[in-house]
């Protein structure tokens, strides 16, 4: 994908405007070749999610396409104009899955978002989720969704709201720093009628308001060890409940969804620094299957079982006047499982898959006064085992791709008004 244009920019030294996602670095944000765009916290603080997911707060972004169904369902929007799974979601630099977690967090967990345009698959791994679309790719761009870190200011909210369909959402949210160490807390309730959406006549006819009820529970922390704050341990976790039905008996549903990073970073001197960082991304779903008559009967429940662990270390590496290094590996599990148990027999595994993914990567980035060149490269191998496709036996059991991915790019910053950038780069994702 090939990404090109041009920009004002704010200056190529250090500013107040500064960005990570390019290099995995806080840099100023004239001094990466692609194009960041950035939601400050002042950009944050007054956008109202109307369905409550997060990817509402970029839909007037460029090249952002965001198709929220509902308060009740995921995000299925584009980004770049090739689909939901050629743009990723991240969690302070790991992903997450693009279609539920913006759904299953809480804004107020997020400091800020940097959304890069055009493709990011060097430092930036695919997301090997199973459910929904499938894999994702940061071919089209990423976005980076920074956890709060440093709290400057003791802060305690409740907020309540009432509107159609009887939905009432209430809100408690609590932050504040001890010393060296900084922490919040949350907790969001909905509760909802919602709207008949059902077809007379047909499976999707409702006898009953479709009731959901979405619970979530945060919290996070973040502890310097130095004054210098060079050295940090941070966690956030966060649990969402999401229960309801569509409006019948016998068509309730039961969706969990736990998402957790661990991460450690600290300055080795002034010039090199180590990040590592660790997740947990568990997304357990059921529903119930009936048989539409009359009088309903219960024909099944089903669920999905999808767990995803992925694990990030790199260093940075500042060279000469203002060249800079960034070397990492990165790795992922993923175990995925779909079940059936009819009321007329047993239960019964659809699909039972597990996925490794493993990368090295590298990306050198080199500034020439108002010239900065960057190019990257990134060796990825991801093996599939499954043990069941459709209930049976699959005719390869097992499968494995390597490839050679590439980034690179140009830009050159005339003045302190107008630069001129090229991005371009490759990705893949498993047939």
Same mark, same amino acid.
């Given at each position: 994908m090939v990404t090109f244009g041009q920009q004002a920019v704010q200056d190529t030294l250090p500013i107040n405007e500064v960005v990570i996602t390019g290099a995995k670095k806080i840099q100023s944000a004239g001094n990466v070749t692609q194009q960041i765009d950035v939601l400050t916290p002042a950009d944050l603080k007054p956008i109202i999610l109307g369905n409550t997911n997060i990817t509402e707060a970029l839909m007037y972004q460029p090249g952002m396409s965001v198709s929220v169904l509902s308060r009740n369902d995921a995000n299925w929007g584009t980004y770049g104009g090739i689909g939901p799974k050629y743009s990723t979601y991240m969690l302070s630099g790991i992903p997450v899955d693009a279609f539920i977690d913006p759904m299953a967090l809480d804004l107020n967990v997020v400091e800020r978002i940097e959304i890069e345009r055009?493709?990011?698959s060097v430092l930036y791994p695919?997301?090997?989720?199973?459910?929904?679309?499938?894999?994702?790719?940061?071919?089209?761009?990423?976005?980076?969704?920074?956890?709060?870190?440093?709290?400057?200011?003791?802060?305690?909210?409740?907020?309540?709201?009432?509107?159609?369909f009887n939905t009432f959402n209430g809100q408690l949210y609590f932050q504040d720093s001890y010393k060296k160490l900084n922490y919040f807390a949350g907790i969001n309730y909905e509760i909802s009628d919602y709207t008949d959406y059902g077809t007379e006549n047909s499976w999707l006819n409702m006898q009953d308001n479709p009731q959901y009820t979405k619970s979530k529970f945060y919290g996070g922390f973040t502890w310097f060890a130095d004054k210098a704050e060079k050295n940090k341990l941070s966690f956030f976790f966060n649990k969402t409940f999401h229960v309801g039905d569509a409006g019948r008996v016998y068509r309730g549903f039961n969706h969990d969804y736990t998402t957790m990073n661990l991460? /450690?970073?600290?300055?080795?001197?002034?010039?090199?620094? $180590?990040?590592?960082?660790? *997740? =947990? &991304?568990?997304?357990?779903?059921?529903?119930?299957?009936?048989?539409?008559?009359t009088i309903d009967s219960l024909l099944s429940d089903n669920?999905?079982?999808?767990?995803?662990?992925?694990?990030?270390?790199?260093?940075?590496?500042?060279?000469?006047?203002?060249?800079?290094?960034?070397?990492?590996?990165?790795?992922?599990?993923?175990?995925?499982?779909?079940?059936?148990?009819?009321?007329?027999?047993?239960?019964?595994?659809?699909?039972?898959?597990?996925?490794?993914?493993?990368?090295? /990567?590298?990306?050198?980035?080199?500034?020439?006064?108002? $010239?900065?060149?960057?190019? *990257? =490269? &990134?060796?990825?191998?991801?093996?599939?085992?499954?043990?069941?496709?459709?209930?049976?036996?699959?005719?390869t059991s097992s499968e494995d791709w390597s490839r050679l991915l590439w980034s690179g790019g140009l830009k050159y910053n005339f003045n302190r008004l107008a630069s001129l950038f090229f991005n371009a780069g490759n990705s893949f994702m498993t047939p």
């Open positions: 055009g493709p990011a695919n997301y090997l989720s199973q459910d929904f679309a499938g894999n994702q790719s940061p071919l089209a761009g990423t976005v980076n969704m920074l956890l709060k870190s440093k709290i400057e200011e003791q802060k305690l909210m409740a907020s309540t709201s009432y509107g159609s991460g /450690y970073s600290v300055s080795l001197n002034q010039k090199t620094a $180590l990040n590592m960082t660790f *997740g =947990l &991304r568990n997304y357990v779903r059921t529903w119930q299957e009936s048989q539409f008559n669920g999905v079982n999808q767990s995803i662990l992925p694990f990030d270390l790199h260093l940075t590496y500042e060279h000469g006047k203002a060249h800079l290094l960034t070397i990492g590996t990165d790795y992922q599990n993923a175990s995925y499982e779909t079940w059936s148990d009819p009321v007329a027999g047993e239960k019964q595994y659809g699909n039972k898959s597990i996925a490794l993914q493993a990368g090295i /990567y590298a990306q050198e980035e080199l500034h020439f006064k108002g $010239l900065i060149i960057r190019a *990257g =490269l &990134r060796y990825s191998y991801v093996k599939n085992n499954i043990e069941l496709i459709s209930g049976g036996q699959p005719g």
